[in-house]
Antibody
């Protein structure tokens, strides 16, 4: 069965960097794009962008350019989200999510989420 | 960007009663070449990741109870829970996947009255 397992919670100081991992199993990793979604505490869902797992080409939503980088290691079926120069407002749950089917870009499989807390 | 607006922001419904959540997009998410609406609905229970309920505006994902149904086309969509159960307490989101960025609605919090 499809599984997305994310790395554990992180506590970081402002200005530091963090790298969140999302390990996929149960399917061919390079056949489906991987989305990233942010949820600030008590807030709604924000689509951050996606990465084409076949080409490695990322697409970022406005507001997630510059400090946010999506990357892959296809040898271990893992997607990464790196955030640099962390700010307090980056405190959020970050989810990776795979498209449901090849023809359905709605994320149908979700990781459990990684809580990133930025605090001095 | 396509703006998704849900209504109401919250609602409380008695067990066994019908719950209706609306979602409006700022532009059509109907793709004319295949006549499909690129609209999905998600349920997020407290402390859980979102769960896809419906895609193509009205297609239930596998395993989703048939009390959940989606309708609408173009810019106006509805999620209906025909007979509310206790486990349906959650926040519900719509999302368009017609064009990037794939924007979500602000969410609708559903409680038991």
């Amino acid at each position: 069965q499809v599984q997305l397992v994310q790395s554990g919670s992180e506590l970081k100081r402002p200005g530091a960097s963090v790298k969140v991992s999302c390990r996929a199993s149960g399917y061919t990793f390079t056949s489906y794009t991987m989305n990233w979604v942010r949820q600030a505490p008590g807030q709604g869902l924000e689509w951050m962008g996606w990465i084409n797992t076949n080409t490695g080409n990322p697409t970022y939503a406005q507001g997630f350019t510059g400090r946010f980088v999506f990357s892959l290691d296809t040898s271990v079926s893992t997607a990464y989200l790196q955030i640099s120069s962390l700010k307090a407002e980056d405190t959020a749950m970050y989810y990776c999510a795979r498209d449901l089917y090849l023809a359905v870009a709605a994320p149908g499989y979700w990781g459990q989420g990684t809580l990133v807390t930025v605090s001095s | 960007d396509i703006v998704m607006t849900q209504s109401p922001d919250s609602l409380a419904v008695s067990l066994g009663e019908r719950a209706t959540i609306n979602c409006k997009s700022s532009q059509s998410v109907l793709y004319s070449s295949n006549n499909k609406n690129y609209l999905a609905w998600y349920q997020q229970r407290p402390g859980q990741p979102p769960k896809l309920l419906i895609y193509w505006a009205s297609t239930r994902e596998s395993g989703v109870p048939d009390r959940f149904s989606g309708s609408g086309s173009g810019t106006d969509f509805t999620l209906t829970i025909s007979s509310l159960q206790a486990e349906d307490v959650a926040v519900y989101y719509c999302q368009q996947y017609y064009s990037t960025p794939y924007t979500f609605g602000q969410g609708t919090k559903l409680d038991i009255k």
